[in-house]
């Protein structure tokens, strides 16, 4: 069965509080993810929810379109610059911790990455935003150890 995800992240501020939401979609089953950080950026959130969407996947080897509206994350994978990043261990890049966690999970499934424009009536992804949105706002939020750790 082909597995579908929408992904976004959000920050306020950047850095600031953040959050990511997940829609993933497989025949008639949806499952919604979501969850906040109280300093962390979008382009670590916009990872989060690619890496949180592949992370629930069950079965390995499964064929997943993933729709992301973070050039960040599309173009490092669609044109190889995560496969650079790794030769040269992540020297003066961002965000290692997660990449390494995605690179780990990617690996196991056939997933194909496409960008969608953020904000432009894309009803999956409107509702990632508002997930995304509303978990940056939750109270009490996770420490994104990753991230405090780079400072």
Known sequence: MDIVIYTDGAAR????????????LAGQFRKELSDGFELTTN???????VIAGLEALKIENSP?????DSKYVVDAVEKGWIWNWIKIRFKGKKNEDLWMRFMKIYEKHQVNLFWIKGHDNIQENERCDELAVA???MPHLKKDAG?????
């Open 13 to 24: 501020g950047n850095p600031g509080p953040g959050g990511y939401g997940v829609v993933l």
């Open 43 to 49: 382009n670590r959130m916009e990872l989060m929810a």
């Open 147 to 151: 991230y405090l750790a780079s400072l």
């Open 64 to 68: 997943v379109t993933i729709y992301s």
């Open 135 to 137: 978990a940056s706002l």
